[in-house]
Protein backbone atom coordinates (compact mmCIF):
# COMPACT_ATOMS: atom_id res chain seq x y z
CA UNK A 1 0.00 0.00 0.00
CA UNK A 2 2.99 2.60 0.78
CA UNK A 3 4.37 1.59 -2.84
CA UNK A 4 1.13 2.86 -4.32
CA UNK A 5 0.99 6.19 -2.72
CA UNK A 6 4.26 6.60 -3.92
CA UNK A 7 3.09 6.07 -7.22
CA UNK A 8 0.33 8.12 -6.77
CA UNK A 9 1.64 11.80 -5.82
CA UNK A 10 -1.33 13.33 -7.59
CA UNK A 11 -3.67 12.12 -5.11
CA UNK A 12 -1.96 13.17 -2.25
CA UNK A 13 -1.30 16.60 -3.75
CA UNK A 14 -5.03 16.50 -4.10
CA UNK A 15 -6.38 15.54 -1.19
CA UNK A 16 -3.61 18.23 1.16
CA UNK A 17 -5.26 20.65 -1.00
CA UNK A 18 -8.96 19.62 -0.45
CA UNK A 19 -7.93 19.47 3.57
CA UNK A 20 -6.53 23.36 3.10
CA UNK A 21 -9.36 24.84 1.18
CA UNK A 22 -11.55 22.73 3.31
CA UNK A 23 -9.44 24.28 6.43
CA UNK A 24 -9.50 27.44 4.97
CA UNK A 25 -13.10 27.65 4.97
CA UNK A 26 -13.40 26.83 8.76
CA UNK A 27 -11.47 29.85 9.46
CA UNK A 28 -13.25 32.22 7.59
CA UNK A 29 -10.50 34.12 6.35
CA UNK A 30 -8.08 34.31 9.33
CA UNK A 31 -4.28 32.57 8.18
CA UNK A 32 -4.02 28.84 8.76
CA UNK A 33 -0.78 30.13 11.02
CA UNK A 34 -2.89 31.39 13.56
CA UNK A 35 -5.54 29.04 13.67
CA UNK A 36 -5.48 27.00 16.80
CA UNK A 37 -6.51 23.27 15.44
CA UNK A 38 -7.07 19.60 17.20
CA UNK A 39 -3.89 17.75 15.42
CA UNK A 40 -5.72 14.69 15.66
CA UNK A 41 -8.16 15.64 13.75
CA UNK A 42 -5.88 16.91 11.07
CA UNK A 43 -4.20 13.43 10.95
CA UNK A 44 -8.04 12.06 10.49
CA UNK A 45 -8.60 14.54 7.77
CA UNK A 46 -5.42 13.11 5.54
CA UNK A 47 -6.22 9.48 6.29
CA UNK A 48 -9.59 9.75 5.31
CA UNK A 49 -8.58 12.47 2.13
CA UNK A 50 -6.23 9.37 1.11
CA UNK A 51 -8.16 6.65 1.42
CA UNK A 52 -6.07 4.62 3.93
CA UNK A 53 -7.26 1.09 4.69
CA UNK A 54 -8.16 0.78 8.61
CA UNK A 55 -4.84 -1.05 9.32
CA UNK A 56 -2.64 1.64 7.73
CA UNK A 57 -5.02 4.06 9.61
CA UNK A 58 -4.09 2.31 13.11
CA UNK A 59 -0.68 2.38 11.77
CA UNK A 60 -0.09 6.33 11.94
CA UNK A 61 -2.61 7.35 14.45
CA UNK A 62 -1.75 4.53 16.91
CA UNK A 63 -4.43 2.48 18.97
CA UNK A 64 -4.69 4.72 21.26
CA UNK A 65 -5.72 7.45 19.05
CA UNK A 66 -7.31 5.67 16.90
CA UNK A 67 -9.84 4.50 19.29
CA UNK A 68 -10.29 8.04 20.63
CA UNK A 69 -11.08 9.05 17.38
CA UNK A 70 -13.69 6.33 16.18
CA UNK A 71 -15.13 7.03 19.87
CA UNK A 72 -15.46 10.92 18.75
CA UNK A 73 -16.84 10.28 15.36
CA UNK A 74 -19.41 8.10 16.93
CA UNK A 75 -20.17 10.38 19.67
CA UNK A 76 -20.24 14.01 17.93
CA UNK A 77 -21.42 15.53 21.14
CA UNK A 78 -17.80 15.41 22.94
CA UNK A 79 -16.60 17.78 20.61
Known amino acids: MLQ ?3 NQPLQIVNA ?3 IREE ?3 AARGASLLEVESNLGLLL ?3 L ?3 NLPI ?3 VTVLGN ?3 QEMKDLL ?3 SRN
Do not use: A, E
Open 4 to 6: TLR
Open 16 to 18: LTD
Open 23 to 25: WQT
Open 44 to 46: VDI
Open 48 to 50: NHL
Open 55 to 57: DLQ
Open 64 to 66: DLF
Open 74 to 76: KNP
